[in-house]
């Protein structure tokens, strides 16, 4: 089966920069990805990593390590409609388009 | 207009009850999957399907039951509803063709509450 960790909370301040760690266990591991859900809002896509590295989109960097099992999300310049909940998903299978959600990071962003 | 909608958004009913939600797409989208969403549990795969032909089960799938009446609409079924089905819904899609990879489109969601 798959499992992932990532903290349950964070704090962070407006302007500054957070990162939420993901790591996790898995057979046939083929991609990392992120989610943001805004509470009552569905989840929307973020990033997609299948190699090691860093990604950016916009504010946001996402980075892997596979040997690790490990990866981030980084958010800088922080702003207060950041604060929302941020969930990493595994992709085992190539093609397979399935995905195991972890149990998500909420994110506040205070002043 | 919405890509991915779900109805009803809320639905209150009771223990013992069958009740069906539904949820249509407009994007084209070959691949259309069943979550739920429990506080503090993330979300969870129901069902999945990647065509109409095509019905798996996901890692939840007890108690529930699915329909792929065509492309566009795949309706998740409580056949006999329980309390411990209170929970968020979410229906999403994606395609294999041109997106990045694993971007997944999430519908509202609908509320369901089991007395």
């Known amino acids: 089966g798959q499992s992932l960790e990532q903290p349950s909370e964070v704090t962070a301040v407006e302007g500054a920069i957070v990162q939420i760690n993901c790591t996790y266990q898995?057979?046939?591991?083929?991609?990392l990805s992120w989610y943001q859900q805004h509470d009552g809002g569905a989840p929307t896509f973020l990033s997609y990593n299948a190699l090691d590295g860093l990604e950016e989109t916009g504010r946001f960097f996402s980075f892997l390590s596979r040997s690790d099992s490990y990866g981030y999300l980084l958010l800088q310049e922080l702003q207060m409609k950041d604060s929302a909940s941020y969930f990493c998903?595994?992709?085992?299978?190539?093609?397979?388009?399935?995905?195991?959600f972890g149990k998500g990071t909420k994110l506040s962003v205070i002043p | 207009d919405a890509d991915v909608t779900q109805t009803p958004r809320n639905r209150i009913t009771k223990t013992g009850k069958r009740i069906m939600l539904e949820c249509s797409q407009t994007k084209g989208h070959d691949r259309m999957y069943w979550y739920r969403q429990d506080p503090g549990l993330g979300l969870r795969l129901i069902y999945y399907s990647f065509d109409v032909k095509d019905i798996n089960k996901g890692e939840i799938s007890d108690g529930y039951s699915v329909s792929r009446q065509a492309q566009a609409k795949f309706s998740l079924s409580l056949e006999s509803a329980i309390p411990n089905q209170t929970a968020l819904y979410f229906c999403?899609?994606?395609?294999?063709?041109?997106?990045?990879?694993?971007?997944?489109?999430f519908g509202p969601g609908t509320r369901l509450t089991v007395l």
């Open positions: 898995t057979s046939g591991f083929y991609g």
């Open positions: 998903a595994v992709t085992s299978g190539a093609g397979s388009y399935q995905l195991t």
């Open positions: 999403a899609t994606t395609t294999t063709k041109g997106l990045a990879d694993n971007e997944q489109f």
